[in-house]
């Protein structure tokens, strides 16, 4: 069992800048892949970023060059810089984990944290 707390939201205008953490804690051995989603009203939840524990990553097309995802596994975090911000970024964002295909590849999820990039 894993547990995912995730924090750094917030409001901010167009072009700034946030950084997201999650903090896993429980079962850490497990986890394998951890990233970020994000859904915003009335649109289907979509992955932003991923990233795997020997740190490769991946991005949604939307958000490549503006955000970077990293990761400190001694420390059971994953961030998410978002630089540039759009109002189109304006979403819930949670952190998702992913478990070693050996433990069965269940998914987790944190509770979210809204991020609304608006003037």
């Known amino acids: 069992q894993v547990q995912l707390v995730e924090s750094g939201g917030g409001l901010v205008q167009p072009g700034g800048s946030l950084r997201l953490s999650c903090t896993a804690s429980g079962s850490i051995f497990v986890i394998d892949t951890m990233g970020w989603y994000r859904q915003a009203p009335g649109k289907q939840r979509e992955l932003v970023a991923s990233i795997d524990r020997s740190s490769k990553s991946t991005y949604a097309d939307s958000v490549k060059g503006r955000f970077t995802i990293s990761r400190d596994n001694a420390k059971n975090t994953v961030y998410l810089q978002m630089n540039s911000l759009k109002p189109e970024d304006t979403a819930v964002y949670s952190c998702?984990?992913?478990?070693?295909?050996?433990?069965?590849?269940?998914?987790?999820w944190g509770q979210g944290t809204q991020v609304t990039v608006s003037s």
């Open positions: 998702n984990a992913i478990e070693s295909p050996i433990y069965g590849r269940r998914s987790y």
